[in-house]
Nanobody, 127 residues
Framework: QLQLVESGGGLVQPGGSLRLSCAAS????????IGWFRQAPGKDREGVSCISKSGTYTDYTDSVKGRFSISRDNAKNTVYLQMNSLEPEDTAVYYCGAVRYVYRSDCSRGSREYDDWGQGTQVTVSS
């Protein structure tokens, strides 16, 4: 059974850092593009970042460029989202999603692309 599990969320002060992990089980990640998404109360789910199945292509929403970095370790079946210089506006539940691409070598931040999702991890940025 395909499963994604996010971890690493928590409470952090503005300017702080967190590293989120998205661990896969029941399948190997090397054929899947992975996206990180977030949803704040009363707002739509937003595509934060994505990484291609090889890791050579990444994309970020404008508000996190220069602060967040996505990476993957296919040997560990895990994708990471390093979040630095966190701001209160980053507060949300963060989800990872997976989509299997046979031919595509890029990724998309559109949530409709993704077939499988984790349960989410809460990130709260507050003093």
């Amino acid at each position: 059974q395909l499963q994604l599990v996010e971890s690493g969320g928590g409470l952090v002060q503005p300017g702080g850092s967190l590293r989120l992990s998205c661990a896969a089980s029941g399948f190997t990640l090397d054929s899947y593009a992975i996206g990180w998404f977030r949803q704040a109360p009363g707002k739509d789910r937003e595509g934060v970042s994505c990484i291609s199945k090889s890791g050579t292509y990444t994309d970020y929403t404008d508000s996190v460029k220069g602060r967040f970095s996505i990476s993957r370790d296919n040997a560990k079946n895990t994708v990471y989202l390093q979040m630095n210089s966190l701001e209160p506006e980053d507060t949300a539940v963060y989800y990872c999603g997976a989509v299997r691409y046979v031919y595509r070598s890029d990724c998309s931040r559109g949530s409709r692309e993704y077939d499988d999702w984790g349960q989410g991890t809460q990130v709260t940025v507050s003093s």
